[in-house]
């Protein structure tokens, strides 16, 4: 009984451990990881926004960094992560400044806060099993920083939830019954990324598969906001949806 009792406090505190071990890249675009922990080691790869690691070493490199006028303290870390859907590096391990890291707990706790304030939301929950679960850019081209987050229903459909950070607060909700593509379920996604600003979006799918030299100028987008892309993991089926003239635009990716 007693041999139970501390096989059970030990498991008990080996998934505590684990757990708080457990961070998300907060780096809107993307955090190096690097071989050596310092900023001068060699870049191995590079975590993108929302990825989740795990620390399992702190070294004693503390650092100051300054971005965009704030100061951000931290230490280099030794961390794991998952290289799948999205391939970070061919190492198995890398050092980061943990800066750019926050606690998973921390981050679903600020999200939830979020998205109840807005009744819209009401009878969602978030839908972390997919990673990343949520988004910041800016996705309407006002120059705001706006959230998009992915949720469940009581069926455990996956919708996917904007907050649109515009002069006047808005929310819009892909996957309800009025969604512009007829898709009331994105539980496909497997791969879920922000794309940057001035990025070429096209289709290479109109009939039949499609080269990108061969896409005619008038059906690329140039945007200078951002954009979401979006794919299943291992089949064909995805693609990039932007905000222009009011509403959202799907173009195919095979």
């Known amino acids: 009984m007693k041999k139970s009792?501390?096989?059970?406090?030990?498991?008990f505190l080996t998934v505590l451990t684990y757990s708080q071990n457990e961070f998300v890249v907060t780096a809107e675009n993307g955090l190096f990881l690097r071989q050596e922990p310092n900023s001068n080691g060699k870049k191995i790869g590079k975590l993108y926004f929302g990825a989740e690691v795990d620390i399992i070493e702190k070294t004693e490199n503390s650092q100051t960094i300054t971005d965009n006028g704030q100061?951000?303290?931290?230490?280099?870390?030794k961390i794991t992560f998952?290289?799948?859907?999205?391939?970070?590096?061919?190492?198995?391990?890398g050092y980061v400044f943990d800066g750019y890291l926050k606690p998973k707990k921390e981050i679903i706790e600020d999200i939830k806060s979020?998205?109840?304030?807005?009744s819209e939301f009401d009878n969602l929950t978030l839908n972390t099993d997919i990673k990343p679960f949520y988004l910041k850019g800016d996705f309407f081209g006002d120059k705001k920083n706006d959230v998009v987050i992915l949720l469940k229903n009581f069926d455990g459909e996956t919708k996917i939830g904007f907050i649109n950070k515009g002069i006047k607060t808005k929310t819009h909700i892909l996957g309800n019954e009025n969604d512009p593509f007829k898709m009331n379920n994105y539980s496909w996604i497997g791969i879920f990324e922000k794309v940057n600003a001035g990025e070429t979006l096209w289709s290479n799918y109109e009939d039949d598969f499609v080269d990108?030299?061969?896409v005619p100028e008038n059906k690329k987008v140039r945007l200078n906001y951002n954009a979401l892309y979006m794919h299943a993991s291992e089949?064909?089926?995805?693609?990039?949806?932007?905000?222009?003239?009011?509403?959202?635009?799907?173009?195919?990716?095979?």
């Open 212 to 214: 990108f030299k061969d």
């Open 5 to 11: 009792i501390i096989l059970f406090i030990n498991l």
């Open 235 to 254: 089949s064909c089926g995805g693609g990039f949806v932007y905000w222009k003239d009011g509403k959202f635009n799907w173009l195919q990716q095979e």
């Open 71 to 77: 100061e951000i303290k931290g230490n280099w870390v």
């Open 114 to 118: 979020e998205i109840s304030k807005y």
């Open 82 to 93: 998952q290289n799948f859907p999205t391939f970070i590096s061919n190492a198995e391990y």
